[in-house]
């Protein structure tokens, strides 16, 4: 990996506005998933390191907080340039620990600057409110202020864009940040940070915790009686585990966990256009994403076409290591992906589908996987109710919309759901129907900075992005003037 900008590979744990060791000079490694191979070690943060960060943000928040909203906004600004000017650096480091195709990469830097460009606008307008009063003698207003020092705990699908997502919108409120990256994926965590520093983020308003020691650190990410907030995006069952944490000191809680994202094709849908944003929805990053579809739903007169056009689409896909150009599947994250994915094939078969296309392991190497389309789904399968997290496209047939949303909806998940239709009655009724947080309609793409992400049911609660996303990390204060 041959970066412009040598300052982007930080290696060291990011607190007081120094990249350090850890306390125990422990490290850990960061493989490059499409070939296995070193890419560097990383410093591994101890519980030490961790009170010692959230000390450092503790203490920076007392300042920080006071600052006015055109201080924050102008770093802001700076931080978004700064990310801008080392995109194409941001997005070699991106697919060198992730995989994901240089192409998508660079999507991803764009997008997780737009959350910092946004947020650098967004704090100038968070107003608080004059209310009217009742009684003469009174006069009522609200004020918005930032909740406090903030733990962010982020995935490896998106090692940029989920931590601007979470960080942007906190230090944009006042608030200060203790982020732990995931273990995968630690070094597009830090090349932030490294941009932080030099756009003039005063020390301690970000700290960045790498660690393999998720568990222990964790633990005193949501028990810390100095941590007001706890931002997590991952799986359901650790966001679970976190709640139950944070429930000793009541900390405010903003939670993105897992997905079943149904994308229902009707009869009526403009039948290109749907395979167009169902190839988007389920194949970007290699199926790693939680908006992913999940679950493909096809209405039973149009199935045969739609099968034949979405097998063609298909097997367009380039597989291979997300440096090549012509790449537009990397490989998985690593063996447990894998493993998950073959688990989840052999029980479909097992309970009666059919793989039409791919189904194995890819050529280009151990993690990679072949687009994959498996037909005869039903909901007895396991692939119907978890995460599939890969290049698989399984497939249902309904025959009516009422069977479809009842499909839709019969998921523990909640965060996003697709369908294409081309009748205006019907993109109304479903719309209300479906029982998520998120609905892409004849679009497969639907998350951007100015729209509220986020889930209901056991995706998680709490929005990213959007006016919604700083309030996330604001308290809304009452104030009563009395005594007229
Ligand atoms: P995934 O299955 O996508 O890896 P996880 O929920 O396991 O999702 O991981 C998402 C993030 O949560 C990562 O940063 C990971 O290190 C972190 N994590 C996993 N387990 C814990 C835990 N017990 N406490 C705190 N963080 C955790």
Not at 19 to 40: H, I, Q, R
Not at 245 to 273: H, M, R, V, Y
Not at 335 to 349: C, M, R, S
Not at 433 to 447: A, C, M
Request: aromatic share 8%; hydrophobic share 40%; with cysteine.
């Amino acid at each position: 990996m041959e970066l412009k900008n040598k300052k982007l590979l930080q290696t060291g744990i990011f607190i007081d506005n120094k990249f350090t060791k850890s306390t125990d000079n422990s490290t850990f490694k960061v493989n490059n998933p499409a070939n296995g191979k070193l890419v560097c070690t990383v410093a591994n943060a101890t519980e030490i390191d961790t009170n010692k960060a959230i000390h450092s943000a503790e203490t920076a928040f007392k300042k920080w907080s006071t600052t006015n909203v055109l201080e924050r906004s102008k770093i802001l600004k700076k931080w978004y340039q700064l990310i801008i000017d080392n995109k194409d650096d941001l997005a070699l480091l991106l697919t060198t620990e992730q995989g994901k195709p240089l192409n998508e990469a660079l999507g991803e830097i764009n997008y997780g600057a737009s959350f910092v460009e946004w947020y650098a606008e967004e704090c100038r307008r968070t107003y608080g409110e004059t209310i009217p009063f009742s009684n003469n003698s009174k006069r009522l207003k609200t004020i918005q202020q930032p909740i406090g020092v903030v733990a962010a705990i982020t995935p490896w699908n998106f090692p940029t864009a989920m931590i601007t997502r979470k960080v942007a919108p906190a230090i944009a409120a006042g608030c200060t940040v203790v982020l732990k990256p995931a273990e995968d994926t630690p070094l597009s965590a830090l090349a932030l940070a490294q941009l932080a520093l030099e756009a003039g983020l005063p020390k301690g308003v970000l700290s960045i915790l790498p660690t393999t020691n998720y568990k222990d650190i964790g633990r005193i990410l949501t028990t810390h009686p100095s941590i007001a907030k706890v931002s997590f995006t991952g799986s359901t069952t650790v966001g679970k585990l976190l709640m139950q944490q944070s429930a000793s000191t009541l900390k405010k809680l903003s939670l993105e966990l897992g997905g079943n994202a149904p994308c229902i094709i009707f009869d009526d849908a403009e039948l290109d256009n749907a395979v167009k944003g169902a190839i988007a929805t389920k194949y970007r990053n290699a199926g790693q994403t939680c908006v992913c579809a999940n679950r493909i739903l096809v209405q039973k007169s149009i199935y045969p076409t739609f099968l034949k056009k979405y097998t063609e689409a298909v097997e367009k896909l380039k597989v291979g290591n997300g440096i090549k150009k012509n790449s537009t599947i990397g490989p998985l994250i690593n063996q447990e992906a894998i493993d998950k994915i073959k688990n989840l094939l052999t029980d479909a078969l097992e309970n009666g589908a059919k793989i039409t296309l791919g189904g194995n392991q890819h050529k280009a190497g151990k993690l990679f996987f072949e687009p994959t389309i498996i037909t005869n789904c039903t909901n007895e399968m396991q692939l119907s109710k978890e995460e599939i997290f890969g290049p698989v496209s399984s497939i249902f047939i309904f025959e009516t919309e009422e069977e479809a949303i009842a499909m839709a909806n019969d998921t523990e998940y909640g965060l996003a759901a697709y369908f294409f239709s081309e009748n205006v009655n019907r993109v109304i009724r479903v719309s209300e129907k479906l029982e998520y947080g998120i609905i892409g309609i004849n679009e497969g793409i639907i998350s951007t900075a100015e729209a509220p992400f986020g889930g209901i049911k056991q995706s998680g609660f709490g929005k990213e992005g959007s006016f919604y996303g700083i309030e996330e990390y604001q308290i809304t204060k009452y104030i009563c003037i009395g005594n007229l």
